[in-house]
């Protein structure tokens, strides 16, 4: 089951224009585990390795703990949710410092 601050290779399928596309990297942002293994839906940021220099992506470095190759950028503006049949295979997880990265950018861009 996918956890909070785990990064899965994700299969996004075939893409709207400005979506993320075919199999990549994402960030599992929620639900907590609390709603047990048959809640069948994960909230997840996608990953790419594009450096746009906003403000509004996270850094991800590439190391054994995260386990990307490249230095990655979590596209916060991509939130969404998908199925768990999605998830391929689990590759890594954040740090504790990303996350709160991460956490205050998609409480700034929710205005929640």
Same mark, same amino acid.
């Given at each position: 089951? +996918?956890?909070?601050?785990?990064?899965?290779?994700?299969?996004?399928?075939?893409?709207?224009?400005? !979506?993320?596309?075919?199999?990549?990297?994402?960030?599992? /942002?929620?639900?907590?585990? =609390?709603?047990?293994?048959?809640?069948?839906?994960?909230?997840? @940021?996608? *990953? =790419?390795?594009?450096?746009?220099?906003?403000? @509004?992506?996270? #850094?991800? !470095?590439?190391? +054994? +703990?995260?386990?990307?190759? &490249?230095?990655?950028? *979590?596209?916060? #503006? *991509?939130?969404?949710?998908? &199925?768990?049949?999605?998830?391929?295979?689990? @590759?890594? +997880? /954040?740090?504790?410092?990303?996350?709160? &990265?991460?956490?205050?950018?998609?409480? =700034? *861009?929710? &205005?929640?």
């Amino acid at each position: 089951m +996918a956890s909070v601050d785990d990064i899965w290779l994700t299969d996004f399928g075939d893409p709207y224009p400005g !979506e993320p596309a075919s199999h990549r990297p994402a960030l599992v /942002i929620g639900p907590p585990d =609390t709603f047990g293994p048959g809640f069948p839906f994960v909230i997840m @940021i996608p *990953l =790419t390795t594009s450096r746009r220099v906003l403000s @509004i992506h996270v #850094e991800v !470095e590439a190391t +054994a +703990a995260t386990g990307l190759n &490249n230095t990655s950028y *979590l596209q916060c #503006e *991509l939130i969404r949710s998908v &199925n768990q049949n999605r998830l391929i295979h689990r @590759i890594g +997880a /954040i740090s504790t410092d990303v996350s709160s &990265n991460v956490a205050a950018v998609v409480k =700034t *861009l929710l &205005n929640y």
